[in-house]
């Protein structure tokens, strides 16, 4: 997104080169903007703002509430799921007859709240680096 002194310097310059000569669509190509973006910016005289950030959006009917988030979070740290991932925890659960959310939400919600870093009693995987006790400076120096 452009912010406004940026549009407002870019609608300046073009303007600027259109003054000295220069044609509006090659001056928009020149500023890189297409010639559709530069009258969306510049109605009236007046220089446009972006109105996306101040958009009002709806909410969507189906979005899980605060209780319900905290419900699965609560049930991820019960003790039989607590070392387990979202596509064990949610066919397990179905398993017993009892549907919460989607594996998707399982994984939004809890990488939202900084627990989906490795579920698991195993250890998180590590890089090693390669051996460099064993030098060969010659054929059938060093075998494996």
Known sequence: MTTLPERQLIVE???????????????????????RTYRRWFKAGVVQTDLRPEAVRMTPANKLSDDEQNAIIELCNQRPFV???????????????????????????????????HRGKSRAPQRSSAPSTHIANGPCEVWC
Do not use: W
């Open 83 to 117: 070392d387990l991932p979202p596509t064990q925890i949610v066919p397990t659960l179905m398993d017993q007859g009892v549907y919460v959310a989607s594996e998707s939400s399982f994984y939004r919600i809890l990488k939202k709240n900084g627990q989906l870093h």
């Open 13 to 35: 310059l073009i303007q600027e080169a259109v003054q000295s000569g220069a044609r509006l669509s090659k001056a928009c190509a020149e500023a890189q903007i297409a010639l």
